[in-house]
């Protein structure tokens, strides 16, 4: 995922929590790279909608709220490791 796109799903996130992520798992069906080069775009952009929707319903009790933020910082990271051309190691 660019870093723009990433910093977007971030901020998205921490205001409306799943909403970035729901946004990220259109971007994977678009074409953007995954750190699961194994799976089908299909299985990843439902692997993100699951987390989405799990963010969305556990925000009432700050969880989803806190999952989704650092998910967001975690779309930030690994898009700036990737735009510096650093090999990440999961």
């Known amino acids: 995922m660019p870093f723009p796109v ?3 799903c971030l901020f998205l996130n921490t205001f409306v929590p799943g909403l970035g992520t729901f946004v990220s798992a259109f971007t994977v069906l ?4 995954t750190d699961l080069p194994d799976r089908h775009m299909c299985c990843v952009f439902w692997l993100n909608i699951a987390a989405a929707l799990i963010q969305i319903l556990t925000a009432i009790v700050m969880v989803g709220w806190i999952m989704s933020i650092f998910w967001g910082m975690d779309m930030v990271i690994l898009a700036s490791y990737k735009e510096q051309g650093i090999p990440q190691q999961l």
Do not use: I
């Open 6 to 8: 990433a910093v977007l």
């Open 30 to 33: 678009c074409g953007a790279r």
